[in-house]
């Protein structure tokens, strides 16, 4: 007759929030609910990186929902559960079109493309501010800026460039 030893599987959690792409994103895994001690954590951060180590910190290129995993192994040797959730990576590419030549005083029609919110400076020659298709009209040559931006405060920039011929 043989006595054996049944160890107990850790029960772990892990916590992270929403993000913009490009941008550092702090991941944490704690032990709840048991208090055998965690040897190592195991991270998969849903766009193809892996880590070992508790915190983690990792930057996402690209927007999009990315199913993050963890699990953790215990000081006894045995692994938990490994937990999944999702993280929304938000994020724009702004693009204020093409540079381009214009008439003096003749009206250029902009159109703004990669955010969900626009904002162009300067406002000098321009039919409105805040949408992604304003109306451009100068006499002298002129560099529009755009900031294309989420709801979460995730930018993106880019400029037209707009000349004047006589």
Known sequence: FQSFVIKTKPVVAMNFKDACKLSMV???ATETGTNIGINSWHWNFGDGNLFTGN???HIYNNSNN??????GISTQ??????LQANIN???T????GNDTLAAANQPVQLNASG????EWLPLTGLSAANIP???ATNATDRSYFLRAFTPEGCESFDTINIKIYK
């Not at 590419?93 to 204020?96: E, L, P, Q, S, T």
């Not at 955010?115 to 626009?118: D, F, I, P, T, V």
């Open 55 to 57: 915190p983690a910190l």
């Open 66 to 71: 990315y199913t993050v995993k963890l699990f």
């Open 77 to 82: 040797g045995c692994s938990s559960d490994t």
């Open 93 to 96: 590419n702004a693009f204020a």
């Open 115 to 118: 955010g969900l919110s626009y």
């Open 26 to 28: 702090s991941f944490t």
């Open 89 to 91: 990576i938000y994020g």
């Open 133 to 135: 298709n304003p109306v």
